[in-house]
């Protein structure tokens, strides 16, 4: 990407951007299904 940046390849910079977003989203929704799985207190009560 550092390559890229200098080389002004803005279709390649824009891409790496975008996956290294949508892997932020991901991983960030995945940590917290994974917390509320596995720690009680966590959890909401739906009455």
């Given amino acids: 990407m550092y390559q890229s940046i200098l080389r002004e ?18 991983g960030n929704l995945l940590a917290d299904l994974l917390l509320g799985w596995s720690d009680p207190r966590i959890r909401n009560n739906r009455k």
């Fill in 9 to 26: 390849d803005q279709f390649v910079v824009l891409a790496s951007v975008m996956l290294g977003c949508t892997m932020l989203v991901v």
